[in-house]
């Protein structure tokens, strides 16, 4: 899904418009690493929130919900 997509493929994406424009590429998890992290930790929580929108109601059972971001993406991917 677009916008998903992991730091490597993010980085290929804008390196790809950068050269494109015959401007230097970036490594974004070098030059934005605080901003990488916030980056994947939204994703998670969007994730969840997409999972209790449209995912069978254990998903959505109390262990479930009080799950950390990144620890609920693993069992709803299953």
């Not at 994406?13 to 494109?20: I, R, W």
Request: aromatic share 8%; glycine share 2%.
């Amino acid at each position: 899904m677009d916008g998903f997509e992991g730091v490597k493929l993010l980085e290929l994406k804008l390196n790809k418009k950068l050269k494109a424009k015959a401007m230097s590429p970036i490594r974004l998890q070098e030059e934005c690493a605080e901003d990488i992290e916030q980056r994947t930790d939204d994703q998670y929580k969007l994730f969840k929130e997409i999972v209790k929108l449209y995912a069978p109601p254990i998903l959505q059972s109390p262990t479930y919900a009080s799950m950390p971001a990144q620890a609920a993406y693993s069992p709803a991917m299953q």
